[in-house]
């Protein structure tokens, strides 16, 4: 813009006219602006956007009011002396749900007081324990870091067993009457054993174990903690296998440092670490499990600071620093990702008596909710900067599978109160069979791939827990349904285990297709692998918990008898290249999952349902239990909600 000296304008008015100062001014102010607002779009490693932005860049933008908050904490007050399912819980209100109201007469000025004594209460409490050095460590953390996450941990562990409708009774439980089926629960269990003690002979304190070189693999996935170790606490302890469960829980007590700064991904720390520590605390009662998970919790909180409050992909634990994973288009959050906190967030503000952790994940359920949805399906790719899909890419295995299982999870881990979990499972499902559930010429069900409106005629691996996740849903949907959604889950996994008994090895690969005359099988080389990855036998599990077929049962076995021959060597279990090859290359891998779900699932599968009957539990996306929620008449004090606001 060229601005024209006037005759008679004096120099203080640098020769303009008003309305060219206005103008002028208008176009100073846009320009800051946009440089300001073109900050955001920077990634989080640019120094200049950590200078201007730092921690109070994004305050997450909250989509979800206390209302949300409430409505999804709701429980169903019963009398702990009925059994669960028999009392209605709808109608009526919970003790947490009283203490709620009484919140929304609290003032802001009340809030900010409530934070601080909440911060004194916590060092107080953590001051009264006895201790070990690593928890003092983590807990100076927790006083010094926080952000008002945790307050007062009045959970009553009694109580809470009280509710459970099978208790866990130690060693026998959940033992076969039928020898056969005994024998074959003998044999999972002496593969656990197996697993666990090479582990610990040649990895301890890694994150996994490299069965081959016999060393330990890190990786930048899951921070420094030994995953393995946190991922098996839980299946250690109900196979019985109490000294192996001994040396975990003292491992975590004294070297489990959650002080280290590692980078690692939300998703993974959060259904592992996060995952395996609530339910080891909620299936032994040991605070310790209690204490760890609440300084981990803590420590994940400033991923959701975002503008949107959806969390980026990965997450520097020491600094509070994220950022998106390079490989996601245009700096997006993965929908398998952030929609994969919801059950363990909860759990986190049932043990804190702190709301924030519901609270972030509402806020992902309403921005969810709130936006359009292509044909009604939730693509895998969502900018957490504008709250906008990214990509049309729509898949129920990987990017997308966990974010659906979590949805029906959540409605049944709330006792079947969250009404809003529920519609959004249902309504996801009907956009999946009307859109991406297909039948091959041979006649098998499975779920394609969606690109934009293009289907991709492949299922993956991942993709294989649906049978699991359409059957524990079958009974809730609408009841002209029911008998649809046992037949799709059956065919799914019908289809998945012919993706394993059409392979040379009897597993199945990391992908397979239907189409150029595929059925079922991988056509690509890189599809061919096994990783010892459980969703097909996790699925048999839900299937035979459900039907009580027998052919689940066999099923399984045949998986064992597979892993034996093929993945088991001299110090572990391998992952194999190819999974049609006679002749099996191993990858030198002993995932930690194969530990927290492959052998669990097999376990549940040759035990009686009364072993974690999935009317007390629900089993989170790597296998870890958490309990169905109930009230069992805790003393709540008003949750601390910090964040109301509209997108
Ligand atoms: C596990 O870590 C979890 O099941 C996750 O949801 C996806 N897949 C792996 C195992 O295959």
Redesign the pocket.
Known sequence: MVFRKLPGVSASGMGLRLSQKFVFLLFLSGLVTLCFGALFFLPDSVRLKRIFLSKTESQPVTVGSENDVREHLKKGAKDPEHLRGITSAKGETSTKLKALSRKSSVTNEAKTDKKVAGGEALEDMMLSRSKTDSASKDEKVTSSSNQGANTDTSFDYNKFQKCLLKPHLGIEHGKPSDPQTLQRREKVKEMMKFAWDNYKSFAWGRNELRPLTRNGHIGNMFGEWGASIVDSLDTLYIMGLMDEYNDAKEWVETSLDLNSNGEASLF?VN??YVGGLLSAYYLTGEEMFKRKVMVLGEKLLPAFNTPTGIPRGVINLGSGTSWSWGWASAGSSIL?EFG?LHLEFVHLSELSNNGIYTEKVMNIRKLLNKIEKPHGLYPNFLSPVSGNWVQHHVSIGGLG??FY?YLIKSYLMSDKTDEEAKKMYYSALEAIEANLVQKSPGGLTYMAEWRGGILDHKMG??AC?SGGMVVIGADDGAPEKRQHYLDLAAEITHTCHESYSRSATKLGPEAFRFDGGAEATATRLSDRYY?L???VIESYMYMWRLTHDPKYREWGWEAVEALEQHCRVEAGFSGIRDVYAQTVSHDNMQ?S?FLS?TLKYLYLLFSDDDLLPLEDWVFN???HPLPVSCDFNTTVSPVTVTQVSVL
């Open positions: 993974e259904i592992r398998a994969t599978d966990s299982e691996h991942l827990f990783i990855r459980p969703e995932q999952f779900e996306t790597e296998a």
